[in-house]
């Protein structure tokens, strides 16, 4: 890929981004269309695809990065992540909270008396998500995300990883870790992830594989 995000089609020297927010918007259109009628709801379609295409094109050089240095490069910027739990009852539990990775696997250090730490040592199983701040991105519809299913097992605090990990963990948030590590409802959990998928902008999605879900293939669907 280019620098700016040039990159030619082969159905017609223009950029890929905007050859794919442009189908993307002929789609739109065709599906406006055959809704109210042919004509206007294609080409409202087709304006929209082409404002994707020129945003997905410009917005935070999507196009003039590989998707493993966009990935990386997000795993790097993000310190919290979006966390979905499932209580007893079957009722879903959201989150945030700050995170560190240790290779491919994913460290968080949560109170017992939040929602989804108790469904964690019941049921250890978690979807987690990474995903561009609001402010950073052009194309509301495309935020730059990586999400993961993961298998939760919490650290011992008798476990000798337990102090180097939450050491780096201070490392990385700072004091307040510090703090609340004396706190004895506080779990350290390691998330594995077993699936995952990285969304970079629009016809750019990709599922992650892999021992370590370093492998990327691209998905049409996801």
Do not use: W
């Not at 089609?9 to 189908?23: I, K, Q, T, Y």
């Not at 294609?42 to 082409?50: D, K, P």
């Not at 945003?55 to 493993?68: L, M, R």
């Not at 609340?180 to 594995?192: A, S, T």
């Amino acid at each position: 890929m280019s620098g700016g995000g040039a990159e030619s089609d082969a159905r017609g020297g223009a950029p890929a981004g905007s050859v794919a927010g442009l189908e993307a918007g002929l789609e739109v259109g065709s599906e406006a269309g055959s809704e109210v009628g042919p004509g206007p709801g294609f080409e409202v379609g087709a304006e929209v695809g082409a404002e994707v295409g020129s945003d997905a094109d410009t917005e935070s050089g999507q196009d003039a990065t590989t998707p493993e240095a966009a990935l990386a490069a997000l795993r790097a910027r993000m310190k919290t992540l979006q966390l979905a739990t499932v209580g007893d009852d079957g009722t879903p539990h959201t989150g945030y909270t700050p995170h560190l990775f240790d290779g491919p696997d994913i460290l968080i250090f949560v109170s017992q008396l939040a929602a989804h730490t108790r469904d964690l040592l019941a049921r250890p199983n978690a979807a987690v998500m990474l995903i561009a701040d609001e402010s950073d991105t052009k194309q509301i519809f495309a935020r730059t995300r990586v999400s993961y299913a993961c298998e939760a097992t919490p650290v011992a605090r008798d476990d000798p990883r337990h102090k180097p990990l939450l050491d780096a963990f201070e490392a990385r948030h700072g004091k307040m870790i510090g703090l609340i590590r004396q706190l004895p409802d506080f779990v350290l959990f390691r998330l594995k992830p077993t699936s995952g998928q990285f969304v970079m902008g629009f016809g750019k999605a990709y599922r992650l594989s892999g021992e370590a879900l370093d492998r990327f293939e691209h998905a049409r669907t996801g």
